[in-house]
């Protein structure tokens, strides 16, 4: 059977297909749609949304002691949380077989970094598959867990953005069912206290000497060989790349099984090629390599060191010259930033908070991350996953020093996010006796990846109706005292909680709860939300003076008219917030029947 799959469509067949029994992840582009699709396989494997990816790591740790297939799945920033575990259990090894997905992302389209894992795998010692397409994706995932178990390693499974959104044929098969493996307690490989891990980490390198062996021997590492004047040494995405480039008119060393790297074949290429060029994106993880062996080629010093390889960068890098395309003109084209959608319970908070003087807004990574521009002006940094109050409480402190200043942070971040490592964060600004404003944006859900569930939505990845966790509940049991809840809507209730927290001395705690606008609303959400988006808004041009306060909400569903000078409301978009009635001097906005 043959299906047309996503890379990370196929990863989830290919979990499937290999007898995997248990998953789990955090959403994060471009990563998200794996855990999604393995869900779909509810008879045979459990699939779960962790708070965090350190966690979602732990607990197929946990399913691979007692003896199942698992696998996660992560982001590549996510990668950086779940380390801890990632190293020490390098170390143990594996009972049943674990694959662990880093989708990476050349080019940052979703990500505040651009890292390369494939130095994860190196710097813990594990063994390592690239798929370059989707037939590879289904593929090698099923091969990592066969070398994760002949092995006894944890596999990285290096996946970047064009493999896991990029559409491809993929030849599908029956699940092949594995047994569980019978628990045994084994002290002497998964306790790893000191004396422990001294002998697990000689075992570590006799492994490494094996897998080298297998690097060198292994299909997944292949030659082709054309004319050898020229030699092309790539993984991954950019073996496709190179492809499309050069075609059949020089020869390849594809590289699918990348840690470590075949040493022995990159030598019997290079001696067998005139010129080398060594196309990967971001860090020169290969190239390196061919130095050390002591061979000459073309790299980063060819190829820009960062950014996506694609075929017109590589084009533009080689020959100087790039593909002939349609000619027009660019100041035509119109810019297209991310805003906030129509109804974006976001909205109202910022258009407050953008008024704010003397005041350091601490970000976080979500949709609201866009608060940062036009026309908003309400961020001043974002670093990563829960970072906001933790570093809003750094600066405060120093700010506290100097007593005339009297700046005051506000911290926000979101309902996932505050799941995710915000907890932690805000237990430190309570136990370190912090005076900041901690805002927790709760709209119900994991917006910014496509709506995933998460702990406070009340149902699991796979639609089981679960505990939903009370954020006030929480915060008041961290300490707190100083608590509110407000429709971010009401842009009087969010300027009165803003100044009664910024007045405070001590630290404070602002909840706004309004659904996403998206969201596919669960009963529990359309009871408690019954008047939600009952409304329209128009605009009275009669009455429009044209100042345009209600465009400077930054909400797509208005646009002004420059020849009349009126705004206009477009009726399909609007979702009845009311957010630009509120900011009209003249009442020119109003309620318009459905």
Known sequence: MKKLMTGNEAIARGAYEAGVRYASAYPGTPSTEILENVALYKEDIIAEW?????????????????????????????????????????????????????????????????QDNRLYAKAAKIPMLEPSNSQESKDFTKIALEISEKFDAPVLLRMTTRVCHSKGIVECQDREEREIIPYKKDINKFVVVPAVARKLRVKVEERQKKLLEFSNTTELNFFEWNDTKVGVISSGVCYNYAKEVFGDSVSYLKIGFSQPLPTEKIKEFCTKVEKVYIIEENDPYIEEQVKILGFNCFGKDVFPAYGEMLPEVIRQSVFGETMPTLNYDEKEVVARPPVLCAGCPHRGFFVQLGKRKNVMVSGDIGCYSLAFAEPYNAMDQNICMGASISVGHGAQKVFDLVNENKMKVVSVLGDSTFFHTGINSLINVAYNKSNTVNVILDNRITGMTGHQENPGSGYTLQGEKTEELNIEAIVRALGFKNVVIINPNDLTAVKNALDWAISLDEPSVIITRWPCALKKFSPEDKEEFKNLFTDKYSVDAEKCIGCKACIRTGCPAISFDNEAKKSTIDYNACVGCSVCSQVCPVKAIGKVEK
Not at 61 to 79: E, F, N, P, Q
Not at 90 to 106: F, H, I, M, N, Q
């Open 50 to 114: 962790a708070n965090n990816e350190k966690v979602a790591l732990e607990a197929t740790i946990g399913a691979s002691m007692a003896g199942a297939r698992t696998l996660a799945a992560m982001k590549h920033v996510g990668v950086n949380v779940a380390a801890d575990p990632l190293f020490t259990f390098a170390y143990t090894g594996v009972y049943g077989g674990l694959v662990l997905v880093s989708a990476d992302e050349p080019g940052q389209h979703s990500s505040q970094n651009e």
